[in-house]
C-alpha cells in the first residue's frame, strides 16, 4: 500500500509485486460520505489480489482534505444535503481525469479503467463516467445517479448557487447526453434501502435504454432483497465479477 499526493489530493494505491499482465487494469474504489481513502482498504486489498491496480482518494472535503472535524462533516452536510453534499459530489468526479492522467503514466495501467464505490462514493462514480470516456465500467453500491432522491427519508435542504450550478452540470439522470460511449454501469442496490431508494437507478437505465439499444448487458440494476442501505459482501462479489466482465472479458 502506498499513499502519493498529486497536487492537493491525496490518494491510496496497492498493486502485486510482480504483475500478471504488462499494463494492467485500474480500478478506483471510493468511500462513502464521512469516510476516507483508508477505510476501503479491504476492496483495495482484495481488487490487487485479483491483479487489479487499486486506488482511492480523498474526496472533496473528506479524510486528510477535511476542513472540520468529522461529527461536524457530518451535521453540516446532513443539515442541508442539497446545499453542502452536491458539490463533494460533482467537484471529486471532476478530479477522476487527474487521478486516471497520473495512473496511466505512473503506474502503468491500461487507459480502460473501472470505477466504484459505496453510497457517496457510487454516486461519484457514475458522475465520474460521465465526465471521463476512459472508465468503461462501473459499479455503483447502494446508490444514485437521482441526486435528487425522491422518497429518502432524509431531508434535503435547498442548494445555494453554487451547488445548483453543480448539478445542472453533473447530475447524471438529468444528463443522459454524457454517456454515449456507453460504459457498463450496474447499481448494487438494496431493495429495502429508504435512504439512497433504488429507482434512482431504475430510472438512470430507462433514460438511457436509446443509448444502449444495441448493449442493453451494459445497463444493470441488482436488487438484493432484504436489504436496506447497507454494503453487503454479495454487492461487493457483484461489483467484483462486474469489473472482470467488462474490463477484462471474463464470462
Not at 497520473?102 to 457517496?120: D, F, Q, T
Not at 431493495?191 to 444502449?212: C, H, I, M, S, T
Request: hydrophobic content about 35%; charged content about 25%.
Amino acid at each position: 500500500m502506498e499513499s502519493v499526493q498529486i497536487g492537493s489530493i491525496p490518494i491510496l494505491y496497492l498493486r502485486e509485486k510482480e504483475p500478471r499482465q504488462r499494463e494492467p487494469h485500474l480500478v478506483l474504489w471510493l468511500t462513502g460520505f464521512s469516510g476516507s481513502k483508508e477505510s476501503v482498504e479491504p476492496q483495495l486489498r482484495d481488487l490487487a489480489s485479483r491483479g487489479y491496480v487499486a486506488l482511492s482518494w480523498d474526496p472533496y472535503q473528506h479524510g486528510e482534505r477535511q476542513i472540520e472535524t468529522r461529527p461536524q462533516l457530518v451535521s453540516r452536510v446532513r443539515g442541508n444535503i442539497r446545499r453542502y453534499f452536491w458539490p463533494i459530489l460533482g467537484l471529486t468526479a471532476e478530479e477522476t481525469p487527474i487521478i486516471i492522467d497520473w495512473a496511466i503514466k505512473n503506474l502503468g495501467v491500461r487507459p480502460e479503467v473501472g470505477m466504484g464505490g459505496v453510497s457517496m462514493g457510487g454516486d461519484i462514480s457514475v458522475a465520474a463516467a460521465g465526465v471521463d470516456r476512459r472508465i468503461k465500467a462501473v459499479s455503483a453500491c447502494v446508490a444514485t445517479p437521482d441526486w435528487m432522491r425522491p422518497g429518502s427519508f432524509e431531508p434535503p435542504g435547498e442548494p445555494d448557487e453554487d451547488a445548483q450550478i453543480v448539478y445542472d452540470r453533473r447530475n447524471p439522470l438529468t444528463h443522459p447526453e454524457l454517456y454515449r460511449h456507453r460504459p457498463a454501469i450496474a447499481f448494487q442496490s438494496g431493495a429495502n434501502d429508504r435512504q439512497v431508494p433504488p429507482d434512482g437507478g431504475e430510472k438512470f437505465v430507462k433514460a438511457l435504454a436509446p443509448l444502449y439499444a444495441k448493449t442493453p448487458e451494459r445497463l444493470k440494476v441488482n436488487l438484493f432483497p432484504n436489504t436496506a442501505h447497507a454494503f453487503t459482501p454479495p454487492m461487493w462479489q457483484a461489483s467484483v465479477e462486474w469489473f472482470d466482465r467488462f474490463l477484462r472479458n471474463k464470462p
